[in-house]
Nanobody
Framework: QVQLVESGGGLVRAGGSLSLSCTAS????????MGWFRQAPGKEREFVAA????????YYADSVKDRFTIYRDNAKNTIYLHIINLKPEDTAVYYC??????????????????WGQGTQVTVSS
């Protein structure tokens, strides 16, 4: 069983930056693929970024790839998401997700077995 705990959310002004972290505990098996999703009020949960432990391949949603950076510390079983030039439309609950197997439908939230509780990011204009 894997537990994911996010941290780092908060209230930020537009144009600012923020870093989120997600630490997995319980087992390293099940965390080969770790990523971030976000969900704004009234919207579906959407893929943001993912990173693979075994080969460090990285995937981004087109809408965020110029401002978001995902990276991981395998020794700590932790991933990070650094966001620059925050925009009001980045306001959402950001969720960490994990699964052992990488698949081509990695942007689908249904693909991930483990989820964190989410951390709120609010960007003021």
């Amino acid at each position: 069983q894997v537990q994911l705990v996010e941290s780092g959310g908060g209230l930020v002004r537009a144009g600012g930056s923020l870093s989120l972290s997600c630490t997995a505990s319980g087992s390293t098996f099940g965390t080969n693929v770790m990523g971030w999703f976000r969900q704004a009020p009234g919207k579906e949960r959407e893929f943001v970024a993912a990173i693979i432990r075994e080969n460090l391949n990285i995937y981004y949603a087109d809408s965020v790839k110029d401002r978001f950076t995902i990276y991981r510390d395998n020794a700590k079983n932790t991933i990070y998401l650094h966001i620059i030039n925050l925009k009001p439309e980045d306001t959402a609950v950001y969720y960490c997700a994990a699964d052992e197997v990488f698949a081509t439908n990695y942007i689908s939230p249904h693909r991930y077995l483990y989820w964190g509780q989410g951390t709120q990011v609010t960007v003021s204009s």
